[in-house]
């Protein structure tokens, strides 16, 4: 029986575009006790491979995280088998704000500690004890209170292409690192302030919560469904959009436009630009913002010595690459000293100046 993904990225691209079908992209996670995760897995892959689904998704014994796309005609079969699974039933399926047939071009369900990298020991506080979720509608009012502080739960380099205006955008590479800054640098207002959070899809924010909480903060709140579901109710409902920029995602769009703004710039050259690439260079790939101008004159890359490697046949590139072990670059989002034009990091103690006391 086959278990794992055997196909390659050109393999896939080839059989989606002779299929000629519109794929559905979309995101859901749920916080569930799985006793058996590793056979929960095996399942889910099984049948998902059968309906063509493609993407991420991770399993744990505290509940699963996903993120995938599967042929449009397939998805009420998809939503069917998820109402098989009793903590599945029912629950809300996040599609994408843009449509790409390529946004997944493999399917890997995984096992893993934890459905996010939280760093949080969840024996020490009630994980159930969340903040308040608020709809697109309550979430608009509610930020525009002068006792709320509006915190962004993602990494900066997320956020460096969009976020909600007046938002607070810590500058982390990652979720678990933000958890103590906010903590410490809004100390002094936990009876005070309300502490609204939000991330893509709010998986991010249903953690952070009951930390939070857990913490002495009196008034949490999280959007409902993060900026995906906000975007969807904005348009539906014809609600006033306060989300600025695009949207990161974890995928091969790596990015959802919500609005015409570009707020980035080119990390060579400083143009306004708001497109996150890797860098071409297969031993370096680090991940940041470049204009099409750059992108043309650097042939993709981040460096002139990257562009140089890059220039070489590919059997000298692998014999340069042979025993050195991957760049730390690989890991990296927009680090690289040598890139003259990163974000401008905004204070969280700007939220406290005394026009907003």
Not at 45 to 61: E, K, M, S, T
Not at 119 to 139: I, M, Q, S
Not at 235 to 261: H, L, M, P, W
Request: negative net charge; proline residues 2%; charged residues 30%.
């Amino acid at each position: 029986m086959q278990l794992y993904n055997k196909l390659s990225a050109k393999e896939r691209v080839e059989l989606i575009e002779k299929a000629g079908k519109d794929r559905l992209t979309l995101s859901f996670y749920q916080y569930a006790k799985i006793a058996n995760p590793q056979e929960f897995r095996d399942h889910l892959f099984v049948v998902w491979d059968q309906l063509d689904v493609l993407g991420r998704i991770y399993v744990a014994a505290e509940g699963i995280n996903a993120q995938l796309s599967l042929p449009a005609d397939r998805f009420n079969a998809f939503k069917s088998h998820l109402d098989t699974i009793d903590f599945l039933k029912g629950i809300r399926l996040n599609i994408a704000v843009e449509q790409d047939n390529m946004s997944f071009l493999k399917l890997k369900v995984k096992v893993r500690s934890k459905i996010v990298a939280d760093g949080l020991n969840d024996e020490t506080f009630d994980v159930t004890n969340k903040g308040v979720h608020v709809g697109a509608n309550d979430f608009n009012a509610l930020i525009e209170d002068e006792n709320t502080v509006l915190v962004d739960m993602r990494n900066h380099y997320e956020s460096e292409i969009g976020h909600f205006k007046n938002a607070i955008t810590p500058d982390v590479d990652t979720f678990r690192e933000s958890l103590d800054i906010i903590e410490d640098d809004l100390k002094d207002h936990k009876e005070d302030k309300n502490l609204v959070m939000y991330c893509t899809g709010g998986i991010r924010c249903e953690k952070a919560s009951a930390y939070f909480k857990h913490k002495g903060f009196k008034n949490v709140y999280q959007l409902e469904g993060g900026i995906i579901e906000y975007t969807r109710q904005v348009k539906e409902q014809n609600i006033e959009n306060k989300f600025i920029g695009k949207n990161f995602v974890f995928d091969e769009r790596r990015a959802e436009k919500i609005s015409d703004d570009v707020i980035a710039q080119c990390h060579q050259c400083g143009k306004p630009a708001d497109v996150h690439t890797n860098c071409a260079n297969d031993a370096c790939h680090l991940l940041f913002i470049q204009c099409d101008d750059c992108k043309q004159e650097m042939n993709n890359c981040c460096s002139v010595t990257c562009k140089e490697i890059h220039a070489l046949p590919y059997e000298e590139q692998k014999a340069l690459r042979k025993g050195q072990g991957n760049s730390n670059d690989i890991f990296k989002k927009g680090r690289a000293d040598h890139l003259p034009y990163k974000k401008d990091l905004r204070n969280i103690f700007e939220v406290l100046k005394p026009n907003k006391q």
